[in-house]
């Protein structure tokens, strides 16, 4: 098992090779970072089309993005010396502060790299507390109703 010969020769086997054929389920490199405007995200994905990849946002404020990498067929007359590329289905997912703005969230995949940026809401922008006033019991006997106040 062990090769006498060169014993650094085992240093050609890190990392790990997975045996071709078994699925795997990976998590995909990402970067995120926050500027004064937008929530930025960065998530390397060589090789893959936009259609191989999904991006959704749950009502939770969690980013979803995932996909699948589909691994090269063996031809015949073809021998593989090293597999160390992960196919299979990979997926990141991220919690998204309230101060977000999800109905303008753009993706970019370019180079292998996806971008996704996710703008802030300004204070202008951001949901503002309702308040209610309460009517007063007219003299014509209606009972007290809620209004919205301007704000």
């Known amino acids: 098992m062990f090769p006498f010969d060169d014993p650094f020769r085992i240093l050609e086997q890190t990392p790990l090779t997975i045996p ?3 699925e795997t389920l990976a998590l995909a490199r990402a970067d995120w970072k926050e500027t004064s405007s937008s929530h930025l995200i960065a998530l390397d994905l060589p ?3 936009k259609e191989e ?10 980013l979803r993005i995932s996909g699948e990498r589909k691994g090269e067929e063996e ?3 073809e021998k593989w010396h090293r597999a160390e590329r992960s196919n299979g289905k990979f997926w990141r997912q991220f919690r998204l502060p309230v101060n977000v703005d999800l109905d303008n969230i753009k993706a970019h995949l370019e180079d292998g790299v996806l971008k996704i940026t996710v703008p802030k809401l300004f204070d202008d922008m951001k949901k503002k507390t ?5 009517a007063q019991k007219g003299n014509s006997g209606e ?4 209004t919205k106040a301007e704000m």
């Open 75 to 77: 031809s015949e007359g």
């Open 20 to 22: 071709k054929g078994i």
């Open 130 to 134: 309702k308040v209610i006033d309460i």
């Open 53 to 62: 990849v999904k991006i959704e946002v749950e009502d939770n404020r969690v």
């Open 47 to 49: 090789g893959l089309k």
């Open 143 to 146: 009972d007290i109703k809620a």
